[in-house]
């Protein structure tokens, strides 16, 4: 039986990862692009030893991690820079990804948390598409109160994303966070339910 191959997104604050956590509880396999990302350039990694070797060992804090602040505004103010950077990261997050699909069991289902699906347009990729949806009042509150952002800086984060609407217009399932937890709960409990049919009945998308 084929693995399902889920893309999971929403914008900032929408709660996209309270729902990746309860999928995971559910017993889905989370592949967190983000995560591993992080993960490949920790202190003692080739990843870590070739991001040193390109941009000098400034870019590491004081306990030998990676400065990523100080990356960040290497790369963002260079299109060179942040092309170097990404053809350091972008294999070692492939691979780590490929060792992931393959270690999950034949008839996972297999839950992809990519926050930039839309944006990117990776829909395609998967079999379903699940868009964790919030009015952008909610998100604001969020953002704000949970995160400490000013509210500047929260609809800036917010503007820059894709809209609700774009993100609704790729989703085959939408789970609207703007309620309660129990609301969210119950919302994810019937998704499972929905994802494991069809990894058990539906062939999934061939590889691309």
Partial sequence: MPVLKV??????????????????????VVIDADRIAREV????????????????????????????????SIVFA???????LNGIVHPLVGERTRELMEAAPGDAVVVFDVPLLAENGLGEMYDVVV?????????LERLT?????????A?????????????RAIADR???NSGSLDDLKSQVDTLWEDLTH??????ATPER
């Fill in 7 to 28: 893309g999971l997104t929403g914008g900032i604050g929408s709660g996209k990862s309270e729902v990746s956590s309860r999928l995971r509880g559910h017993g889905a």
């Fill in 41 to 72: 350039v920790e202190p003692g990694t080739p990843g870590l030893a070739a991001v040193v070797a390109e941009f000098g060992e400034e870019v590491l804090l004081p306990d030998g991690g990676l400065d990523r602040p100080k990356v960040g």
């Fill in 78 to 84: 260079d299109p060179q820079r942040l092309t170097a």
């Fill in 131 to 139: 868009v964790v949806d919030a009015p952008v009042e909610t998100q």
């Fill in 145 to 153: 109160s949970r995160r400490g952002m000013t509210e500047e800086d």
């Fill in 155 to 167: 609809r800036s984060r917010i503007a820059a994303q894709a809209s609700r609407a774009d993100r």
């Fill in 174 to 176: 939408v789970i609207d």
């Fill in 198 to 203: 069809r990894a058990e009945t539906a062939e």
